[in-house]
């Protein structure tokens, strides 16, 4: 005869989440927040090719926090789950908040049913249009799915970055001054973060169906001075 | 259409071809016995800076379906795609080609070879003509960023892909405009020789093929020219299109409807 040990729900969701976040805080954090006439996208990602930001449609872009394997997956998901819906319906009806909610469902069934849950946050963001609002969304390790109004901060440590961010962000600025608090907040009072240590995209108008870009590390430094 | 996950082993990677196909958003294989000819006429010219392209604008069935028809699209910034053949494969071909390039980029974060894009399309080309009677022919042309050349590709109908150094023609027109751009070519023909040496091409494909639709003084519709150069995909102008056509027809006329003797 086997021994099975009896664990409270209370008990076993606790753990699960115990485990998602020391996962998560291991990683480096990331800012996304909104400025006049766009959405940025920054994290502190030592290596130039391992990505944390990506494009994900014409006006929608990603960021992952925590494991890079876990949410890289999920990227190439959402990029397939766009692509698709734009190629069976039109272009115009891929909605970040349809694949926002797609992530959380998936996140949700992960958390209570996978062999453990997946130690990332994602961060779903979509350029405002005639037809759709300019959006945070922020997706967290069980499910928990939030619409941020001006900025959100994923990754570890994220209340101190949140906190420090928000001292400055109360309204919405130009992307220059933007990100200069973005990168303040991550870096701490203590530290500074090299421009080579930052991953930068920015989901703006310039003209073209597609608005995302990323920005090398003269134009961040350009931005930062 | 839920979030489309797969295992490491079962994953189609950054192609969006293999994608739908496991999704089921692609067209099935069927067989038929319908005749789909492909009236149209395409050219595509490379000169010293890139590459020319010339398409007529007409869509033949038992009659004409359409005048003012595009038969070249920009795949992406520096590829253009022409299509001949039946009007709806063509169609969701091109939006494959144009949705496949973009979804490599977004995967990968970096942009397919203009040689990649080429071969990307051959099993493409070669499950639709193989298993269907819906034919398309595709003509591909571009500027290949990483060795600072124009380039064209073209395709049998089993979907072998071949890079042309000099010219390449599509559709029911193609021997008119074939003879044509035959006599005309230089090696070193430049991008004004390339334009005029194309529209002429397309003029005499327009003026034999009953399925090929040359200038349309009337309706002011004309044959679409467009150049892929270091720039990108540039489609020229109405008016621009228009006097070259008038040109050409001025001197037909003069010349009672023969060339006159010289390659004009």
């Given at each position: 005869m086997s021994?099975?040990?009896y664990v409270s729900p209370e008990q076993l969701i606790k753990d699960r989440a115990e485990f998602a976040q020391k996962g998560i805080a291991r990683g480096r954090s990331m800012v996304g927040a909104i400025y006049d006439v766009g959405v940025l996208l920054v994290a502190e990602n030592p290596s130039a090719s391992l990505n944390k930001i990506s494009e994900i449609y014409d006006r929608i872009a990603f960021a992952g926090a925590g494991r890079y394997n876990e949410f890289d997956r999920l990227r190439e998901a959402g990029i397939r789950w766009a692509d698709g819906t734009g190629f069976t319906y039109s272009r115009e009806d891929v909605d970040a908040r349809a694949l926002a909610n797609y992530y959380a469902q998936h996140l949700g069934d992960m958390f209570t049913e996978g062999q453990k849950p997946l130690e990332v946050e994602i961060l779903v963001a979509q350029l405002g249009s005639k037809i759709r609002p300019t959006k945070l969304y922020r997706v967290a390790y069980e499910g928990t799915i939030s619409d941020e109004p001006l900025f959100a901060v994923l990754g570890g440590d994220a209340e101190t970055i949140r906190a420090r961010f928000a001292a400055h962000e109360e309204q919405i600025h130009p992307l220059k001054e933007t990100l200069k608090n973005a990168v303040d907040a991550l870096a701490?009072?203590?530290r500074t973060i090299a421009v080579a240590d930052l991953e930068v995209g920015i989901l703006e108008d310039r003209g073209t169906r597609r608005s995302f870009r990323r920005l090398n590390d003269d134009e961040v430094s350009e931005l930062l001075s | 259409m839920g979030l489309p996950l797969f295992s490491a082993h079962g994953d189609p990677g950054p192609s969006f071809f293999h994608y739908a196909e496991?999704?089921?958003?692609?067209?099935?294989?069927?067989?038929g016995t319908a005749e789909s000819p492909h009236a149209t006429t395409v050219i595509a010219v490379r000169y010293n800076a890139g590459v020319v392209m010339v398409g007529d604008r007409q869509?033949?069935?038992?009659?004409?379906?359409?005048?003012?028809?595009?038969?070249?699209e920009a795949a992406d910034r520096y590829t253009a795609l022409a299509i001949s053949g039946t009007a709806a494969r063509g169609i969701e071909f091109i939006k494959m080609a144009q949705l496949s390039f973009e979804h490599y980029e977004k995967m990968t974060d970096s942009a397919l070879s203009l040689e990649g894009k080429a071969n990307y399309l051959s099993p493409i080309i070669q499950r639709n003509n193989l298993s269907s009677p819906l034919f398309v022919m595709p003509l591909l042309a571009g500027w290949?960023?990483?060795h600072q050349v124009g380039r064209i590709f073209e395709y049998d109908g089993a979907g072998g892909c071949y890079e042309r150094f000099d010219f390449s023609t599509i559709g029911s027109g193609s021997p008119f405009a074939d003879s044509a751009l035959r006599l005309g070519y230089r090696s070193d023909i430049d991008r004004e020789g390339a334009l005029e040496l194309g529209a002429l091409a397309l003029y005499e494909a327009g003026d034999n093929d009953p399925s090929t639709g040359g200038p349309d003084f009337v309706r002011n519709i004309y044959p679409m020219m467009v150049t892929?150069?270091?720039a990108g995909f540039?489609?020229?102008?109405?008016?621009e299109v228009a006097a070259r056509f008038r040109a050409i027809n001025d001197r037909r006329t003069q010349s009672g409807g023969v060339a006159g003797g010289t390659l004009r």
């Open positions: 021994n099975y040990f701490g009072p203590e | 496991a999704a089921g958003l692609t067209t099935p294989v069927f067989t869509a033949t069935g038992n009659y004409i379906a359409s005048r003012d028809v595009r038969k070249i290949d960023p990483s892929i150069t270091e540039q489609e020229l102008g109405t008016d």
